[in-house]
């Protein structure tokens, strides 16, 4: 299993990003796939989420309004779009994906990806 987030990186605030979370090993359509933030000094912290099957999505009420996230089965990834960027959001963003198997439930992460937010 492997996530790859891409898409992070310095931005104006009011701005707008796209993350990508692309997964290899599963299929992110069966899974529960997430987007976490952690910004300097802080404890990570659930962005959204999308479930299983019949895609169900939450966000984080600090979020609503401003991020959509988004799943693309053909090409077995999520995204995460940001807009209205304010400095508040700046933080490594990860990808994770919840997979439960006969054995038992599995989370994986990805490496994360900076974003900036700043004039």
């Known amino acids: 299993v492997q996530l790859v987030e891409s898409g992070g990186g310095l931005v104006q605030p009011g701005g707008s990003l796209t993350l990508s979370c692309a997964a290899s090993?599963?299929?992110?359509?069966?899974?529960?796939m997430s987007w976490h933030r952690q910004a300097p000094g802080s404890e990570r912290e659930l962005v959204a989420a999308?479930?299983?099957?019949?895609?169900?999505?939450d966000y984080t009420d600090s979020v609503k309004g401003r991020f959509t996230m988004s799943r693309d089965n053909a090409k077995n990834t999520v995204y995460l779009q940001m807009n209205s960027l304010s400095p508040a959001d700046t933080a490594v963003y990860y990808c994770?994906?919840?997979?439960?198997?006969?054995?038992?439930?599995?989370?994986?992460w990805g490496q994360g990806t900076q974003v900036t937010v700043s004039s």
């Open positions: 090993g599963f299929t992110v359509s069966r899974a529960r």
């Open positions: 994770s994906a919840e997979i439960v198997q006969w054995s038992g439930k599995y989370d994986y």
């Open positions: 999308i479930t299983a099957y019949d895609s169900n999505i």
